[in-house]
C-alpha cells in the first residue's frame, strides 16, 4: 500500500475542531488553486491564502499572539470592507473564516476530524484507491 504523504498530513492530531491555519495548510497542500474565498479583488486561492496566513503567523508568533489571529489578519486585508463600521468588519471577517472552513473540509472530504472514520474519509482517494491500484 502506498500511501501519499500530502493527503496523510490531515492526520496529524487536530481534535474534532482544526485550527483554520491547518486546514488552509492541507487544502494549499492537497488542492492548491481551489478557491478559499471571493475577496475584494476576486478569488483566493488556498495557495495565496496560505502564503499570507502562514507570513502574517510568523510575525505575530514572534509576538506571542495566537495563529489563528494571522487568519483573522489576512482575511480581513482582502475584503471589500469600505464603510463598514467595526461590528460588521468583524461580522464579515467570520463569516468568510467560516466559508475557508467549509471550503478547506471539502478539500479534506470531511469535516469530522474527531474519529477514525472521519480520518479516513479526509485521507482522499489516493489512500483510499491505493489498495485496489496496488493489490492487497
Known amino acids: 500500500m502506498t500511501v501519499d504523504s500530502d493527503a496523510a498530513?490531515?492526520?496529524l492530531v487536530w481534535g474534532a475542531r482544526p485550527s483554520t491555519l491547518n486546514l488552509i495548510a492541507y487544502a494549499a497542500s492537497a488542492a492548491p488553486q481551489a478557491v478559499a474565498f471571493e475577496g475584494k479583488a476576486g478569488s483566493v486561492t488556498f495557495e495565496a491564502l496560505n502564503a499570507a496566513?502562514?507570513?502574517t503567523a510568523g510575525v505575530l508568533a514572534a509576538q506571542g499572539l495566537d495563529a489563528e489571529?494571522?487568519?483573522?489578519?489576512?482575511v480581513t486585508g482582502q475584503l471589500s470592507l469600505e464603510g463598514l463600521a467595526p461590528t460588521e468588519i468583524a461580522s464579515a471577517t467570520n463569516a468568510a473564516?467560516?466559508?475557508?472552513?467549509a471550503a478547506a473540509c471539502g478539500v479534506a472530504g470531511s469535516q469530522d476530524f474527531g474519529s477514525l472514520?472521519?480520518?479516513?474519509?479526509?485521507?482522499?482517494?489516493?489512500?483510499?484507491?491505493?489498495?485496489?491500484?496496488h493489490g492487497p
Open 69 to 74: 489571529a494571522a487568519v483573522g489578519a489576512a
Open 9 to 11: 498530513d490531515i492526520t
Open 53 to 55: 496566513v502562514s507570513m
Open 97 to 101: 473564516i467560516e466559508s475557508i472552513r
Open 117 to 133: 472514520a472521519g480520518l479516513f474519509r479526509s485521507s482522499g482517494p489516493s489512500i483510499r484507491g491505493s489498495n485496489r491500484a
